[in-house]
């Protein structure tokens, strides 16, 4: 019978060394910077936190960039929140609506329109529900605003708020009614109330964004003369026709300028001013077809997709 022989040690270490050897050491090399360790996808880094620490497993100090995060962990993210809800069913109704006006000229098209109008009533019946608790986030909003530094946007937001909680005490009035639970409630009464209310919050809130406005355009006019020492020379030929031309010029570069530096404020902005049309036209002091007042209430409602989806969009009370 043959003898077995095993294999020298010395074969055997080479073996393992060949097959299972670890992973080299990462070597510091004086004057260069060091290879960050791999990340998985989606992982990000947070600039206020440990480099080391991916961001999904801790939270993002303050003052660090949003996180980098997939398609479908976003939108997760997103429609969890009942205010994000609330925007996609908002732009969904105000979509109806705009392209419900587009399509009634056309002939052929009544079935088109008949579905957009049912799906639009459906989806604002669907928003009532996510307004329902609206009052105390309203009355929150009052006392935070309360506590601002600066007078006119403490007045302007305390108002502002005061009369959101108005406006949700009517809104949840009429939700009641259509429900049925009290028939004996006067619709077209308490629909006047809540678009007066509404109205009244919007202009307040529109106050206050004016007022941080002008601190950014006043903020923006400094800077440009503190680079431009020496005063610009008129030159020949120069009239007032022209003064009131390079004015004109240099108040929208101004504003130009603030906007583009403060997303956030150009978001608020035109999410207020767009919103404000539909209780307008229910007043009946700037009257607005319903093209008008759909493409309205689409472009704030993607401005509170933006807000929603990205926090640090919102405009901060200072």
Known sequence: MPSFRSPAPAAWRRLSNRHFRPPPEVREV????????????????????????????????????????????????FTNQTQGR????RATQYTCMLLRYLLEPKAGKEN???????????VSTGRKWFRLGNV????QATQQSIHATALV??????????????????????WVRSVGLASHVNKEKWRMWAARHYCCSLL???????????????????????????????????????EETEWLQSFLLLLFRSLRKHPPLLL???????????????LGIYKSNPGIIGLGGLVSSLAGIVIVAYPHMKLKTQ
Not at 214 to 241: C, F, I, N
């Open 86 to 89: 609330d925007r996609l069913f």
């Open 136 to 139: 105390v986030h309203a009355i």
């Open 204 to 242: 307040l809130s529109l106050a206050r964004d004016l007022y941080e406005i002008s601190l950014q355009m006043e903020q923006a006019a400094r800077d440009g003369a503190e680079r431009e020492k020496s005063p610009p020379q008129d030159p020949p030929g120069y009239s007032v026709a022209d």
């Open 268 to 282: 608020d902005t035109v999410k207020n001013f767009c919103d404000i049309l539909n209780p307008l036209d229910q």
């Open 153 to 174: 946007p403490r007045l302007c937001l305390t108002l502002a708020n005061l009369n959101r909680v108005v406006y949700f005490i009517c809104d949840t009035i009429l």
């Open 30 to 77: 004086p004057g260069r910077k060091a290879r960050p360790p791999p990340r998985g996808r989606g992982d990000s880094i947070c600039p206020a936190g440990d480099p080391a620490t991916p961001w999904r497993t801790r939270d993002c100090a303050a003052g660090g960039t949003w996180p980098r995060l997939g398609v479908m962990d976003a939108f997760t993210r």
């Open 112 to 122: 088109v329109v008949m579905k957009l109008k049912k799906l639009e009533s459906s």
